[in-house]
């Protein structure tokens, strides 16, 4: 077979440019599912879809299903709509995710058992999967707090939280891995920081097995600015594409960028074929260098596995805390000074300086 197309050679035919203009293309291109693959991703350089349409999912907010009554949408999007809802056999506040009506039921019941394996604090729990009045949906904890994309939003975080949050990710990825299941769509948007500072995994929605069988190349799934290289080209992907997603997140969370931006789909989907610029270790110190090894290219040079990269993030903690804490006294008493003792008592101790310095 012949050498693989350029980047530059997919992006020319996905933004118009004839086959005839590539001499050999076309036969390549038939040939080499990974090429086909990427092909069809970055002809897919559409607009994503608002990340919250109200009027298209409110008509089931005050209605029943089966045991769950509905009570306020809080999310959307182009999967379904999210919910809170009180389980009326419990007595207790879920998320009720219901599904759009073109969802593949079975494959939803077979991610919704995958992450109902995966018992962790840092993990989205999943307890029931169901369908009432033609009406299907998930049921999941309901964490309070907000999407670490709006934390984002805001501006870069202090570096101690930066460094909690990045553990809570990894700790979680390591327990879903360790469980056979790989999410394939991790960014911002689907981890949400609850109340108490906690980071949270949720929207297994694109989960599957890990080491199962691939998908068919002409469906790449995930979002593009995160997806691992082997993940775009439609190839097989293990729990190594999961922590290239997760550099690509680290990488935001102690830069305040984006690791692979772009204006369009097809500009994110080549930025993340291409190897990420050097990160400053003179101002980020060793954490730099863990986020390089997450974003290799090759998996092969990758953190083998979630648990290695939550080890190395736990011993870089407690030294990159306390010379943050050393070095920026100002902002620690005036953190400190925002927090009475009512707070501290409840058992939050350990998130006084990060949540006072995070408003």
């Not at 203009?21 to 291109?29: C, D, K, S, V």
């Not at 089966?66 to 009326?88: K, L, N, S």
């Not at 609850?194 to 469906?219: M, S």
Request: aromatic share 4%; hydrophobic share 45%; glycine share 8%.
């Amino acid at each position: 077979m012949d050498a693989c197309l350029g980047e530059q050679q997919l992006l020319d035919l996905a933004q118009g440019q004839s086959l005839e203009a590539q001499p050999g293309a076309e036969r390549h291109l038939s040939d080499c599912a990974a090429c086909a693959g990427l092909l069809a991703a970055l002809l897919e350089d559409q607009p994503a879809a608002p990340a919250s349409e109200p009027q298209a999912w409110g008509h089931l907010a005050g209605r029943t299903l089966g045991p769950f009554r509905v009570e306020a949408q809080i999310g959307a999007g182009a999967m379904g709509a999210v919910y809170r809802a009180h389980d009326r056999r419990l007595g207790r506040e879920v998320a009720l995710k219901v599904l759009a009506g073109d969802a593949d039921r079975r494959r939803v019941e077979a991610e919704a058992r995958a992450a109902a394996a995966i018992a962790h604090p840092n993990v989205v729990t999943v307890f029931d999967v169901g369908s009432a009045d033609g009406v299907d949906f998930v049921v999941t904890e309901l964490v309070e707090g907000e999407a670490l994309r709006s934390l984002l939003d805001r501006g870069p975080l202090p570096r101690p939280r930066a460094l909690a949050l990045a553990l809570d990710l990894a700790r979680g990825l390591a327990a879903a891995h360790q469980r056979g299941v790989v999410h394939r769509d991790l960014k911002p948007e689907n981890l949400v920081v609850a109340r108490d500072g906690t980071l949270k995994i949720l929207d297994f929605g694109l989960a599957a097995p890990a080491g199962g069988e691939p998908e068919a190349v002409q469906l790449v799934r995930g979002t593009p600015g995160y997806l691992a290289p082997e993940q775009a080209r439609g190839q097989p992907v293990d729990a190594r594409a999961d922590l290239f997603a997760a550099g690509a997140v680290l990488h935001e969370l102690f830069t305040g960028r984006r690791a692979f931006d772009g204006a369009t789909r097809a500009e994110r989907i080549a930025a993340a074929l291409r190897p990420v610029a050097p990160l400053d270790a003179k101002v980020l110190g060793p954490v730099a260098a863990v986020i390089e090894r997450c974003l290799e290219q090759d998996p092969r040079k990758r953190f083998q596995s979630a648990g290695d990269l939550a080890f190395v993030l736990e011993q870089l903690t407690p030294a990159e805390r306390t010379a943050w804490v050393e070095a920026h006294p100002e902002e620690v008493a005036r953190a400190l000074a925002a927090y009475d003792a009512e707070i501290a008592g409840q058992g939050r101790t350990h998130l006084v300086l990060f949540d006072a310095l995070d408003r």
